[in-house]
Nanobody, 123 residues
Framework: QLQLVESGGDLVQPGGSLRLSCKAS????????IGWFRQVPGKEREGVSC????????YYEESVRGRFIISTDNAENTMSLQMNSLKPEDTGVYYC????????????????WGQGTQVNVSS
């Protein structure tokens, strides 16, 4: 099976933190540009953060810059998104992806997608 499996979505208070994880099976994450995307209610899917193989060309969407951190664990073949100082506007379904098109930014086209995990930021 070639798949990405996400976990970590939860209900969290504004100002709190969450860590999303995504484990790849059937392929090596380190060989691809990877990223995290989200579907916010009332908006189209958008790139949150992407990074290339070996950490080259890391991108953060402006609204999350300084609050979110993307990382990988090659030994575990996983990727993570550490989300700090969460805001209600961060509420949405978050998707991990591999084989993101392009080399610099965070295009919404990708070869592999996770199933999505719900993040709710509310008091």
């Amino acid at each position: 099976q070639l798949q990405l499996v996400e976990s970590g979505g939860d209900l969290v208070q504004p100002g709190g933190s969450l860590r999303l994880s995504c484990k790849a099976s059937g392929f090596i994450l380190n060989n691809y540009r990877i990223g995290w995307f989200r579907q916010v209610p009332g908006k189209e899917r958008e790139g949150v953060s992407c990074t290339g193989a070996k950490g080259i060309n890391t991108y953060y969407e402006e609204s999350v810059r300084g609050r979110f951190i993307i990382s990988t664990d090659n030994a575990e073949n996983t990727m993570s998104l550490q989300m700090n100082s969460l805001k209600p506007e961060d509420t949405g379904v978050y998707y991990c992806a591999a084989g993101v098109e392009g080399q610099i930014l965070c295009d919404i086209a990708a070869a592999y997608w996770g199933q999505g995990t719900q993040v709710n930021v509310s008091s």
